[in-house]
């Protein structure tokens, strides 16, 4: 018998502890044994659910138990989250997380000291919820050479960019909606200011290219300064605003890391990623370009992928599958400074200017643009070069056109 602890009985906590009950039979099966949930720890009683009886509020219990092999933590942060979690390894448990801060900040820590102990850390729910990628970037796409990832990686971001697409609603109309929803958190600041999707690509970047990258080490802009002028100035040259991050292999092998809104043309398959949906393309160099899609947050898909991970420890109790990358340091990454792309200017004023200062690019054209306002879309250059430019000119709004 596989016993099994899960530590924090929240929205994500409490859907591992449905699916293993409700989908118990199916797992069994896949495992050859019995995997049973002892322990729920959490600060709180549950006296009306189904689980009461398997509550503990002391995480030694679950520490000391030789019987438990297996401990889920859905805690969240990395405080509590990761003492418990090296508490767990150093007791030779494997441990299954959906936490992306932990993971993101101390994963390589983690990961080593889960090969020093002989026991598995997995988190396939920490990127993109119930979206398989974290084990086809390690399994499937082993053969390959990972040369870029691009994603949507923030449920919450992509559907008030929805809404301010399809509904016309106005950014802080759409946050609204959102949190009325279940989407957005009473505080969303993680979400919208990109440091969710920051710790995701971190993760995705880590696996792909072998070397811890730190959410310090990836410049996040957020969606709070996407305005409906934006997106229907986007629309007027067939594209969409969406938060995207990307992580791109550079020659000489460093990383250049960065989450930042993009104009993504209608015709690129990310364009059409809706409401809470996630995406994440990725490059190889045998395979081309894959993506992966799916729901990236919510109670049952989330926990589907920690479910997963719990039968993928279950099955290699004593063979482990090995997840690694080594340490990073601040030779690892580089500034997306000097990644040369298109830029959407939108500005106001002296429109002649800016095609002056901006020769050769792309006036676009809208029936019902605001009075004195005009946007454009420039040449490949880097950051410091159009700013260099824009000198003379105060631009509204820039962003990113994906190439």
Same mark, same amino acid.
């Given at each position: 018998?596989?016993?099994?602890?899960?530590?924090?009985?929240?929205?994500?906590?409490?859907?591992?502890? /449905?699916?293993?009950?409700?989908?118990?039979?199916?797992?069994?099966?896949?495992?050859?044994?019995?995997?049973?949930?002892?322990?729920?720890?959490?600060?709180?009683?549950?006296?009306?659910?189904?689980?009461?009886?398997?509550?503990?509020?002391?995480?030694?219990?679950?520490?000391?138990?030789?019987?438990?092999?297996?401990?889920?933590?859905?805690?969240?942060?990395?405080?509590?989250?990761?003492?418990?979690?090296?508490?767990?390894?150093?007791?030779?448990?494997?441990?299954?997380?959906?936490?992306? /801060?932990?993971?993101?900040?101390?994963?390589?820590?983690?990961?080593?000291?889960?090969?020093? $102990?002989?026991?598995?850390?997995?988190?396939?729910?920490?990127?993109?919820?119930?979206?398989?990628?974290?084990?086809?970037?390690? $399994?499937?796409?082993?053969?390959?050479?990972?040369?870029?990832?691009?994603?949507?990686?923030?449920?919450?971001?992509?559907?008030?960019?929805?809404?301010?697409?399809?509904?016309?609603?106005?950014?802080?109309?759409?946050?609204?909606? *959102?949190?009325?929803?279940?989407?957005?958190?009473?505080?969303?600041?993680?979400?919208?200011?990109?440091?969710?999707?920051?710790?995701?690509?971190?993760?995705?970047?880590?696996?792909?290219?072998?070397?811890?990258?730190?959410?310090?080490?990836?410049?996040?802009?957020?969606?709070?300064?996407?305005?409906?002028?934006?997106?229907?100035?986007? /629309?007027?040259?067939?594209?969409?605003?969406?938060?995207?991050?990307? *992580?791109?292999? $550079?020659?000489?092998?460093?990383?250049?890391?960065?989450?930042?809104?993009?104009?993504?043309?209608?015709?690129?398959?990310?364009?059409?990623?809706?409401?809470?949906?996630?995406?994440?393309?990725?490059?190889?160099?045998?395979?081309?370009?894959?993506?992966?899609?799916?729901?990236?947050?919510?109670?049952?898909?989330?926990?589907?992928?920690?479910?997963?991970?719990?039968?993928?420890?279950?099955?290699?109790?004593?063979?482990?599958?090995?997840?690694?990358?080594?340490?990073?340091?601040?030779?690892?990454?580089?500034?997306?400074?000097?990644?040369?792309?298109?830029?959407?200017?939108?500005?106001?004023?002296?429109?002649?200017?800016?095609?002056?200062?901006?020769?050769?690019?792309?006036?676009?054209?809208?029936?019902?643009?605001?009075?004195?306002?005009?946007?454009?879309?420039?040449?490949?250059?880097?950051?410091?070069?159009?700013?260099?430019?824009?000198?003379?000119?105060?631009?509204?709004?820039?962003?990113?056109?994906?190439?």
């Amino acid at each position: 018998m596989v016993n099994v602890a899960i530590l924090g009985f929240g929205v994500v906590g409490s859907g591992v502890a /449905e699916v293993l009950a409700t989908n118990g039979p199916h797992i069994d099966q896949k495992v050859d044994d019995l995997i049973r949930l002892k322990y729920i720890l959490d600060v709180r009683d549950f006296p009306d659910s189904p689980f009461a009886d398997k509550v503990v509020h002391d995480f030694s219990v679950i520490e000391n138990d030789p019987e438990v092999s297996i401990v889920v933590e859905t805690i969240g942060g990395a405080k509590a989250a990761l003492d418990f979690t090296r508490r767990a390894l150093r007791a030779g448990k494997s441990v299954v997380t959906s936490n992306k /801060e932990l993971v993101a900040e101390h994963g390589c820590e983690l990961l080593a000291l889960a090969a020093e $102990q002989g026991v598995s850390y997995l988190f396939e729910a920490s990127v993109g919820g119930g979206i398989p990628i974290l084990r086809p970037l390690n $399994q499937c796409l082993a053969a390959n050479e990972i040369e870029e990832i691009t994603g949507i990686l923030n449920g919450t971001t992509n559907y008030i960019l929805t809404r301010m697409i399809r509904g016309g609603l106005s950014f802080d109309a759409a946050l609204k909606e *959102a949190q009325a929803n279940g989407y957005a958190e009473q505080d969303p600041t993680a979400d919208i200011e990109g440091h969710d999707a920051c710790r995701k690509i971190c993760i995705l970047a880590s696996l792909a290219f072998g070397r811890h990258i730190y959410p310090r080490q990836v410049p996040a802009e957020g969606i709070t300064g996407v305005t409906l002028s934006d997106v229907a100035w986007a /629309e007027s040259c067939g594209k969409k605003l969406k938060l995207l991050g990307r *992580a791109i292999r $550079q020659a000489d092998g460093r990383v250049c890391a960065y989450v930042s809104p993009h104009l993504v043309d209608v015709e690129n398959p990310l364009a059409g990623v809706e409401d809470v949906f996630n995406a994440i393309a990725v490059k190889g160099n045998a395979i081309g370009d894959v993506m992966f899609y799916g729901r990236g947050a919510g109670k049952l898909p989330t926990a589907s992928a920690v479910v997963a991970d719990v039968i993928d420890a279950a099955k290699h109790r004593d063979e482990k599958k090995r997840v690694f990358w080594a340490e990073g340091g601040e030779d690892t990454t580089v500034s997306p400074d000097g990644l040369a792309s298109a830029w959407y200017v939108r500005g106001s004023g002296d429109v002649g200017a800016a095609k002056a200062a901006l020769p050769g690019a792309r006036l676009l054209e809208r029936a019902d643009a605001p009075a004195g306002e005009f946007a454009l879309l420039t040449g490949p250059m880097t950051r410091p070069e159009l700013d260099g430019k824009l000198a003379c000119v105060k631009p509204l709004s820039v962003f990113r056109v994906l190439d």
